[in-house]
């Protein structure tokens, strides 16, 4: 079994090199400090893939608190299923699309748009 202390030092070394990559991207950070903590595994997910962040935000770095607790939760099933990698690239064009789908489902006509 994996010494908890090995597992938590690694983790923490990762969010070093993670925030290191993001120095200065403040549209990022949030969402990459939400994403790391949706599970413990996260981190592994993102340091492979950061393109991650900009997926599950659609490029946008102003989300709304629905939309980002909606990612965490959705991020976080895949990382507690032991998705592979690939399986969670492929997953955010559909993840993606029911984000939209909740939008558009919160949006007031009265608002214009």
């Not at 997926?55 to 980002?68: I, K, P, Q, Y």
């Not at 895949?78 to 984000?99: H, I, K, N, S, T």
């Amino acid at each position: 079994m994996t010494d908890p202390i090995d597992v938590e030092t690694s983790r923490q070394a990762a969010f070093k090199r993670m925030q290191e990559m993001f120095p200065t991207n403040r549209g990022l950070s949030p969402i990459y400090l939400l994403m790391a903590n949706a599970h413990r595994y996260a981190i592994d997910y993102i340091e492979q893939a950061p393109v991650i962040l900009l997926a599950a935000t659609r490029g946008n770095a102003h989300v709304s608190l629905s939309e980002w607790a909606f990612v965490k939760e959705e991020f976080g099933n895949m990382c507690e299923r032991g998705a592979q990698l690939r399986d969670v690239m492929r997953a955010w064009p559909a993840f993606a699309a029911a984000v939209t789908r909740r939008q558009g489902a919160n949006r007031n006509p009265r608002d214009g748009y």
